[in-house]
């Protein structure tokens, strides 16, 4: 399945545009294994790109959850760190597809 999504927020103090596409497969033990790509756009237009994965469940409301890293290539100087680190994530989606995410550098 390939879903994608869009989204606002703020990444290192920096307000984002977000938006991504990732394709899920279900496992044979019913988890969900995804990889995904996307970029961020600041208020200024300077861009991060975003590659990543990682596993998850979905329950029978339709809700899903997931926890894996994602890698960035930026040149924002407030956002550069993060081209030397991995990006551990959560991300939910609810029943209406509305979703929300943290992200924690893995130094």
Known sequence: METSFQANGTLLGTNVKETGTYCT??????????EGQGVMITKAGKMATW???????????????????????TTPPQLARLNKV??????????????????????
Not at 25 to 34: E, H, N, Q
Not at 54 to 73: L, P
């Open 86 to 107: 991995a990006v551990l994530f959560e991300y939910e989606v609810d029943a209406e597809g509305n979703t929300r995410s943290e992200y924690w550098e893995w130094k």
């Open 25 to 34: 497969v279900v496992r044979p033990d019913g988890t969900l294994y995804g």
């Open 51 to 73: 590659t990543g994965h990682g596993v998850g469940t979905m329950k029978k409301d339709g809700t899903a959850s997931y926890r894996g890293a994602i890698y960035f290539q």
